[in-house]
């Protein structure tokens, strides 16, 4: 007995077949027509220029703004202070005092270009010229306002100092630059201090007029900005550095070694 197919089944096929109209030969193989004017193929192109364009005007706006800031910049940037000596009477360093050439830095514990040039390129100079006796190396305070960390932490390695510690001290602030007061005064333990002491030279703010002075004697000579370094010869009596150029900035360690290099051959030929 054969198989019918379902009544649903037929009822849908028939109309199919009826209405679906039959193509030619030439339907069939003719092209796509061309889209008409208005397609999306020419919106996707007007769109695809449309962006090319935009991206040539956000260049020119970039160039213009590249150009601004270079000429605002150079209008603006401070001119680098003019200092013919400065009295270091009586201030600690470090080297000896058989060295005739001269580093005064000021700085700033929570200045970050500072721990960069503390971290990478001090080492190299006491390495070469304060280890071998060519440079005394004197360190003022310079932090940036009081509501910050900076001075509490000037004051610490100050105090530390008093005891003999302040480049160790000088050192691990740098290298711990995020630490709370309260980590600041674990790393003066750690390094052996007679805590009582030190703490009561804290609380006490006994260098605090030190870097107030410090502060002032930078700005009367223009230097805002740390790191800053005077670099010059010692007179000879020890209590003047004789100023030869002044930096601004996180230098480069060739940047300073060109300049003592000329300092340490210019005393030697005299």
């Not at 201030?91 to 960069?116: K, L, M, N, Q, W």
């Not at 004051?155 to 630059?177: I, S, T, V, Y």
């Not at 004697?217 to 003047?240: C, H, N, Q, V």
Request: aromatic share 8%; with cysteine.
């Amino acid at each position: 007995m054969p198989v019918r197919a379902p009544r649903r089944f037929i009822s849908i096929i028939v109309p199919l077949l009826v209405f679906t109209p039959a193509l030619s030969h030439e339907e069939v193989n003719s092209p796509a027509p061309e889209p008409p004017r208005g397609s999306v193929q020419q919106q996707l192109d007007e769109l695809k220029a449309g962006q090319q364009e935009l991206r040539k005007e956000l260049e020119d706006i970039k160039h213009f703004l590249q150009e601004r800031s270079m000429r605002t910049n150079t209008v603006n940037k401070p001119a680098v202070p003019a200092v013919d000596s400065v009295n270091v009477r009586g201030e600690p360093f470090r080297g000896t005092h058989a060295a005739g050439v001269a580093i005064i830095e000021y700085s700033d514990f929570d200045c970050s270009f500072c721990g960069r040039y503390a971290r990478e390129i001090y080492p190299r100079v006491d390495r070469d010229y304060v280890k071998p006796g060519k440079l005394r190396y004197f360190f003022r305070d310079l932090p940036e306002s009081k509501e910050t960390n900076s001075w509490f932490r000037a004051r610490a390695a100050r105090c530390a100092g008093d005891q003999g510690k302040f480049w160790e001290l000088h050192d691990l602030l740098f290298n711990a630059q995020s630490g709370s007061q309260q980590d600041v005064i674990s790393l003066a333990q750690a390094l052996g201090l007679n805590t009582e002491v030190f703490n009561e030279c804290l609380s006490g703010g006994k260098y605090l007029v030190n870097i107030e002075n410090s502060v002032a004697g930078a700005k009367r000579m223009g230097i805002y900005g740390t790191p800053a370094f005077l670099i010059g010869a010692m007179s000879e009596d020890g209590d003047f550095v004789k100023v030869k150029r002044v930096l601004v900035g996180a230098e480069s360690y060739e940047s300073i070694k060109t300049i003592l290099d000329e300092l340490l051959a210019s005393a030697s030929s005299n």
